[in-house]
């Protein structure tokens, strides 16, 4: 790197370089854990919160080897995606789950209030209707949020190598 920066500084020839970069394996996913309570005999028939969970992906090679002109590389790591995207979460948790169970209280308050509105003016027929429509609705509406960037790579390697004169370069597969 420096030294071929003060050599064209110089004006001297400089070594040309190729550079394999290797994006290997799957992002993590999100996926969730719900937590369902059926109330029955209470004015609020159904109370229930998600909660996202992150789930490492397999099936990653180690490396690739690198063969051009007699020189043999194997690839390093340069970044662990999942190591930065699980930092990620991790940070994001606390304020995932305070948002979750705020929502669920308030989901959960204007059932009840709707349901003590609809039994208290329509009469029981009208709070059951209520009781199971608020609680179909909640259930339909509990899940985490899922959403994360699945294209990206589980980790980037590099290798850099003397580009060959006759400009090919051969990979394979390790572990």
């Given at each position: 790197?420096?030294?071929a ?39 609020l ?49 606390p ?81």
């Open positions: 790197g420096l030294d920066l003060e050599a064209a500084v110089r004006g001297t020839r400089v070594e040309k370089v190729t550079y394999v970069i290797f994006e290997n394996g799957r992002a993590p996913v999100r996926n969730q854990v719900r937590i369902d309570i059926p109330l029955f005999f209470t004015r028939s159904y109370l229930g919160a998600a909660f996202p969970t992150l789930e490492l992906q397999g099936g990653a090679l180690s490396a690739l080897k690198v063969t051009a002109g007699g020189t043999n590389e194997t690839t390093a790591l340069l970044a662990s995606m999942d190591s930065v995207i699980a930092q990620d979460f991790k940070n994001e948790l304020s995932i789950i305070t948002k979750t169970i705020a929502a669920t209280v308030a989901k959960g308050a204007a059932s009840y209030a709707l349901n003590e509105v609809a039994n208290q003016e329509g009469g029981g027929i009208a709070g059951l209707i209520s009781q199971v429509g608020t609680a179909v609705y909640q259930l339909a509406v509990n899940i985490a949020d899922l959403r994360t960037w699945t294209t990206l790579p589980k980790e980037i390697q590099i290798a850099r190598i003397p580009t060959p004169a006759d400009r090919k370069v051969d990979l394979h597969a390790v572990g």
